[in-house]
């Protein structure tokens, strides 16, 4: 594995201030970053839930705090 030196520079200085090793960084930066990508790898049922947040609109404003309520309203009206 290669670092340009600004890299290098950077992650002794780190190193040094933290008071770890310069391969415990990297296995850090590793993990964060397979962690960060397994997280963008969520199921497709996420892209279509996240591409609905704010696309719908109530004249209540209230819905956060009381939506079991309005839940239960709704299913009762459906016979539920």
Do not use: C, N
Not at 71 to 76: C, G, N, P, Q, T
């Amino acid at each position: 594995m290669q670092l340009r030196p600004s890299q290098f520079e950077d992650l002794r200085k780190l190193s040094k201030q933290k008071r770890v090793s310069l391969s415990e960084l990297v296995r850090q930066a590793v993990d964060g970053f397979i962690t960060s990508s397994r997280a963008a790898e969520s199921p497709p049922q996420w892209s279509g839930a996240l591409a609905s947040l704010g696309k719908y609109h109530s004249a209540r404003h209230d819905i956060s705090q009381e939506h079991d309520v309005y839940l239960a309203e709704a299913f009762s009206d459906e016979g539920v």
